[in-house]
C-alpha cells in the first residue's frame, strides 16, 4: 500500500518521532511505501512528494520541526484545492493518507475525508487544545520551556522588586498559561477561559505587595481578554493567518499594571520559543504513539478517525466528532491556578 504523510500548520516538538514511527512500522511491519508530501496541505495540491524510507529518519527523534517541512495552508479554502488534492493522490496512486495537525490542519483533513479519501488524523498542537485527546505532540515540551522561563524570570523579579509580565501562546485556551503558571509557581495566570477583571488584578497585587512580598508573576495567555462591563477595553490585534499578534495582550496588561499601581513592570514574550528545540521524552513518546497507531489503524482498514490519548490508552475517534471543537482548561485546573495564588 502506497500511504501519504503531511505535517500541517505550526511546527512543534514530535513531530519527527510521529513521522520515524510511521516509517518504521509502516514499511518494517506491513511493507507499504510511505510517501511524504512537503510544506502540509500546500504539497499534497502541488504534487510536491518526498518518499520516505529508514535512511530518512535516522537520529530523528530528538530533532524539532518537523523534516517534512509544514505550511498554513487549507485546501478546501482555496479554489479548487480539493480537486488538486484528489488529483494528486489518484496520480501517486495513495490510497491512504495520515495527516498531522491541529485544529485548521485537521479541519481540513475532515472535508478530505468527506470527498472520498481514507485518512487517519494525529493531533498535534502545543496549545493542546484539540478535542477529544487528553494530549497533543508538542504540549508537555512547550510547558517545560514556559515553566523555564517562569523559573528564571522569577529570580530577577525579586532582585528587582518587579512585575513580571510573561506572555504565552494560547489564542483559544489556556493550557499552556495554567500548567506552566501553575509548575512556575506565578502569583496569577490570566487565560482565555475566564475573561480577567483589571482592577481586582490590580487589587491583588497592590494587597501581595503591601503585605507579603515586593515582586510578583503574572502568566498571560495571548488569548486573555478582559470581562464585559469591566474598566479595561481591549481589542486583540491579528496577523494576516488570523493569529492574535504576539506581545499584545502582554504589554496591554503591563501598561494597566504600571499606571493604575507605579510598580516597575517588565513583559516577556515567548512566541516562538515555545515550538523550537528538542522535544522532551513526553513528546517523542506521544509522537511514537501515535504514528504506531495510525498506520495500524490503515492497515487494518479503520479510516476517517483521528488518533488520541485517552488516559494511558490510545483510542481512535471519528474525525465528525471533532470538527468545530475546542479543549478548554477544565474548572478543577484553573481553581488549582486561583488557589496557589
Not at 125 to 138: E, H, K, P, Q, Y
Request: a negative charge; glycine letters at 12%.
Amino acid at each position: 500500500m502506497r500511504v501519504g504523510l503531511l505535517t500541517g500548520g505550526g511546527d512543534v516538538p514530535g513531530l519527527n518521532a510521529a513521522i520515524r514511527a510511521v516509517v518504521k512500522r509502516g514499511e518494517g511491519e506491513y511493507g507499504h511505501s510511505i510517501i511524504g508530501f512537503r510544506n502540509g496541505w500546500r504539497g499534497v495540491v502541488d504534487g510536491d512528494i518526498f518518499p520516505l524510507s529508514r535512511n530518512h529518519i535516522r537520529n530523528v527523534l530528538p530533532v524539532g520541526g518537523t523534516l517534512l517541512g509544514t505550511a498554513r495552508f487549507h485546501p478546501h479554502s482555496s479554489d479548487g484545492g480539493i480537486d488538486a488534492v484528489l488529483s494528486t493522490l489518484e496520480a501517486e496512486r495513495i490510497e491512504a493518507l495520515i495527516c498531522i495537525g491541529g485544529d485548521g490542519t485537521l479541519h481540513a483533513a475532515s472535508k478530505v475525508a468527506e470527498a472520498g479519501v481514507k485518512i487517519v488524523a494525529i493531533p498535534k498542537t502545543i496549545d493542546n487544545d484539540v478535542w477529544g485527546t487528553d494530549r497533543s505532540i508538542g504540549f508537555d515540551t512547550a510547558v517545560e520551556i514556559a515553566t523555564e522561563a517562569i523559573d528564571r524570570v522569577h529570580t530577577t523579579a525579586e532582585s528587582h522588586n518587579r512585575v513580571m509580565i510573561v506572555e504565552v501562546m494560547g489564542r483559544s485556551a489556556g493550557w499552556i498559561a495554567v500548567t506552566a503558571g501553575i509548575a512556575g509557581g506565578a502569583e496569577l495566570v490570566l487565560a482565555p477561559e475566564e475573561p480577567f477583571d483589571i482592577d481586582k488584578v490590580v487589587k491583588f497585587l497592590k494587597h501581595r505587595h503591601r503585605a507579603h512580598a515586593n515582586f510578583s508573576i503574572v502568566v498571560v495567555a495571548e488569548g486573555a481578554i478582559p470581562a464585559e462591563g469591566t474598566s479595561m477595553s481591549y481589542e486583540a490585534p491579528v496577523g494576516k493567518f488570523g493569529e492574535i499578534v504576539a506581545g499584545a495582550i502582554g504589554e496591554r496588561v503591563k501598561y494597566e499594571i504600571e499606571q493604575r499601581t507605579g510598580f516597575d513592570t517588565r513583559v516577556t514574550v515567548l512566541g516562538h520559543v515555545q515550538r523550537g528545540g528538542s522535544p522532551v521524552p513526553a513528546d517523542r513518546i506521544l509522537g511514537s504513539r501515535f504514528g504506531v497507531a495510525a498506520i495500524d489503524a490503515i492497515s487494518r482498514g479503520e479510516t476517517n478517525v483521528m488518533t488520541a490519548l485517552r488516559g494511558e490508552d490510545i483510542a481512535l475517534i471519528p474525525l465528525s466528532e471533532i470538527a468545530g471543537k475546542v479543549k478548554h482548561v477544565p474548572t478543577g485546573l484553573l481553581d488549582v491556578a486561583r488557589a496557589l495564588a
